[in-house]
């Protein structure tokens, strides 16, 4: 089944840009969340982020992943009760693209 939600929001947001949406929790996430910026080596075209998002996506506890070629960057949202910043690290590293956490 095709899921239209992100849809149905997408044009929501282009129809009403001043609209504001609450997040709301995944199920089986804690409340509380972390947010953290990876500075991924090795990134040098385009098809390379969809490899760090993929292989972020699959560690337990990932919530988000945003990765920028550009900038050599992943922000990543997470569960800490469910994983935490060495997981996502060696995530990476084991996809080809070795990644410390910046300050």
Do not use: H, W
């Not at 409340?31 to 972020?56: D, E, H, I, N, W």
């Amino acid at each position: 089944m095709l899921d239209i939600k992100p849809l149905v929001l997408s044009l929501a947001l282009c129809a009403y840009p001043g609209l504001v949406l609450a997040q709301q929790t995944p199920a089986g996430a804690t409340q509380s969340v972390r947010t953290v910026t990876l500075a991924v080596k090795g990134m040098f075209c385009g098809l390379c982020s969809p490899t760090v998002k993929k292989a972020l996506s699959k560690v337990p506890g990932v919530i988000d992943t945003k990765v920028d070629f550009e900038t050599q960057t992943a922000l990543v949202t997470f569960d800490p009760g469910k994983t935490d910043i060495a997981a996502l690290t060696k995530a990476t590293t084991n996809a080809g693209f070795p990644s410390v956490a910046k300050q």
